[in-house]
């Protein structure tokens, strides 16, 4: 039988025996496993894939069966979509750092809870992204542009894993491009500290001192996002399918669908739900395992 789909596994508990928990939800989601392949074993992580045969909708239930198994991370692709990518397009906030700006900056006037629930039904996929984005920034009129810079040196850390995905695929020849709802306030620091080679964000309106409670126009969202992964594999005379596109909120869905390699990094139901790969107990190089990378060549930073 072809052995048309493969099944990455990742994980940091040394008791967790990968080939056999794989090779064992195989079988119960009704398909037939090939050899398994180490991609890493320990320090820190263990990792590997097994290329297997199965329906579609045996694909998809072999995925539950691994999110049900223990602490795995898992990603499941055709085979002919498994290997190294030539572009990393990726969310910001809550995927490549650990927070939401907008909700930390809020802190500073005393409306994070407030502003930090619109932006938590926001990221559901509860509220138009767009509306949501401009009821939050109007609450932050009159904040002074120093309440920017506290921000990102008190608050704004980089999520585990992060510049040695970054790193490594550049070592590979694959572009970086860093693409969020926020702004460009941060994902040009952001960008510059985790190794992007390019970012886009949203422009917080400022009049020299404060923040006027504006944000420009036009508002980077879901269809932008899929716009810049369109265009960015374009530009390198490629498709799609040779993007690796990570997020966590439902804007960032489109591009996540339109990618060869679609990641939900801790992400909201509706996006892990669609997403081929699912990051939720290890770090971010989880995602270069997924695309076959084995850890020696990692560029670690």
Not at 161 to 170: C, P, V
Not at 278 to 297: P, V
């Amino acid at each position: 039988m072809k052995m048309d789909w493969v099944l990455v596994a990742a994980a940091s508990a040394a008791d967790v025996r990968l080939p056999a928990l794989a090779a064992s939800a195989v079988k119960a989601a009704g398909g037939e496993a090939g050899e398994w392949t180490s991609l890493a074993d320990g320090a820190p992580l263990h990792a590997g894939f097994l290329p297997f045969a199965a329906s579609g909708e045996g694909a998809a239930a072999l995925r539950r069966q691994i999110e049900a198994a223990g602490p795995v991370d898992a990603a499941i692709m055709p085979a002919a979509r498994f290997g190294k990518k030539r572009l990393l397009i990726s969310d910001m906030d809550s995927t490549i750092i650990g927070q939401e700006c907008i909700d930390e900056i809020a802190d500073a006037v005393g409306l994070k809870a407030k502003i930090s629930e619109i932006t938590e039904r926001a990221m559901r996929g509860e509220l138009d992204f767009e509306a949501a984005l401009t009821e939050r920034v109007s609450m932050l009129k009159g904040l002074p542009l120093s309440a920017l810079t506290r921000t990102l040196e008190e608050r704004i850390t980089l999520n585990p894993g992060a510049r040695t995905l970054i790193a490594t695929m550049k070592a590979h020849g694959a572009r970086t491009l860093l693409v969020s709802g926020g702004f460009t306030y941060f994902t040009s620091r952001v960008a510059d500290i985790a190794g992007f080679e390019s970012h886009q964000g949203n422009t917080l309106i400022d009049d020299g001192a404060a923040l006027t409670g504006e944000v420009g126009r036009p508002i980077l969202g879901r269809e932008a996002k899929r716009t810049a992964l369109i265009e960015a594999v374009a530009a390198l005379g490629a498709t799609p399918e040779d993007a690796i596109a990570m997020g966590d909120g439902a804007n960032d869905l489109d591009m996540i669908r339109a990618s060869g390699l679609g990641i939900a990094y801790k992400a909201k139901p509706v996006v892990a739900a669609e997403a081929t790969g699912a990051i939720r107990h290890t770090d971010l190089t989880a995602a270069l395992f997924f695309q076959g990378y084995r850890a020696s060549e990692f560029v670690r930073r």
